[in-house]
């Protein structure tokens, strides 16, 4: 049995990454060897180092919706909404703080002339609401009073939005950022291509799986929500007939490619819902390799990791990381690990 317990470790508050880098590719990059658990320090701009010809790099091209908003109830109490999708115009799958007290029929004022009601509970923690306004525009609305939903442990403010995108995103619906791939330039993937590195893209969309936590120790019976999940014809291709590594970028881009497996190596294309689980004693099907941020303990992103590895090598390199004072999280600094050899 795998136990959520195994998998805790100390993390300063003071290595939380408040704030990007003025240079994305200037972060840190700790390239580990999942077997013997070796590690390298480098900077993240050696990816083109690292990646060589015939490698495919795939890249989640969701960007992020301003869908964080601020209002108050009829009693005057102040209320935080994080919008996660959109179900039909106007009628969002949302986190409400405080949750408990906007049961069903709730309404609240978000600012301009937009209101809102909550309409039943979604799937814990989550409500569904409706948003209207009185006249004009609801999403232009909502845009202007909208804020980036950054996550919690974030507390100063972000300057430019553009840094909690990534240079790649183009397809809005997401309620984070695929932060593994905030390191990536424009110039390294210019720089991969001319390797003869393929670069493909995916999208998912995330959602309420990346807030939710695991509750229960046994892992196993741990139920993941479901994000909608999207591979291209063109990627697909790229990837069946990939002469080296398929190698992704975060755990969103994992979740994806191996939730669209058909074989080994090998991927089919569309638009699906995946509630893969990935955690330690599973097999990859079609990823060798990964890119990802430091994560908290006892997460699902954790898990992932270790299971392309191992919860005892993952751990000993968090704690490297910790000691050479490695930033965590969002925009911290950057990890890669590969398989050693691709499912058969």
């Known amino acids: 049995m795998v136990r959520l317990s ?43 180092d690292i990646l060589g010809k015939g490698d495919v790099l795939v890249l989640n091209n969701t960007r992020v919706n301003a869908w964080r908003f601020k209002g108050q109830k009829p009693t005057g109490g102040e209320i935080e909404i994080l919008a996660l ?20 029929g709730a309404t609240f004022h978000l600012g301009q002339d937009v209101t809102g009601t909550v309409l039943e509970g979604g799937e814990e923690p989550t409500r569904i609401v409706q948003l209207s306004c009185e006249e004009g525009d609801l999403h232009a609305k909502l845009a202007k009073i909208g804020e980036m939903p950054l996550p919690s442990y974030i507390t100063e403010k972000l300057d430019d939005w553009e840094r909690y995108q990534t240079v790649f995103s183009n397809s809005n619906g997401s309620a984070a950022s695929p932060t593994a791939g905030l ?39 741990h139920q993941m929500h479901g994000e909608v999940c999207e591979i291209s014809e063109e990627t697909a291709n790229l990837i069946n007939h990939a002469t080296g590594k398929v190698v992704a970028v975060g755990t969103t881009v994992v979740r994806t490619l191996e939730s669209f497996a058909i074989a080994p190596g090998k991927v089919g294309h569309g638009r699906q819902e995946s509630k893969l689980f990935i955690s330690p004693g599973y097999t990859f099907k079609v ?24 919860r005892e090598t ?20 950057s ?4 398989k050693t050899t691709r499912c058969c």
Do not use: C, W
């Open 287 to 310: 990823v060798d390799g990964m890119f990802t941020n430091f994560h908290f303990p006892r997460t699902t992103m954790l898990l992932m990791i270790s299971a392309m590895s191992s």
């Open 85 to 104: 999708k959109e179900i039909s115009f106007g009628i969002f799958e949302a986190l409400i703080k405080p949750a408990k007290r906007l049961k069903p």
């Open 6 to 48: 195994d998998f805790d470790y100390e993390l300063p508050e003071e290595l939380i990454a408040q704030t990007p880098l003025p240079d994305r590719a200037a972060s840190r990059l700790l390239h580990l060897d999942p077997e013997s658990g070796a590690v390298t320090h480098r900077q993240f701009r050696e990816v083109v």
């Open 335 to 338: 990890m890669l690990l590969f």
């Open 183 to 221: 390191h990536f330039t424009p110039e390294i993937l210019e720089n991969l291509k001319q390797k003869g590195v393929k670069i493909a893209f995916v999208t998912l969309h995330v959602g309420i799986d990346t807030f939710r936590p695991i509750q229960v120790d046994d892992v196993t019976n």
């Open 314 to 333: 993952i751990l000993r390199a968090y704690g490297l990381a910790i000691k050479e004072k490695y930033r965590f999280l969002s925009f911290g600094d």
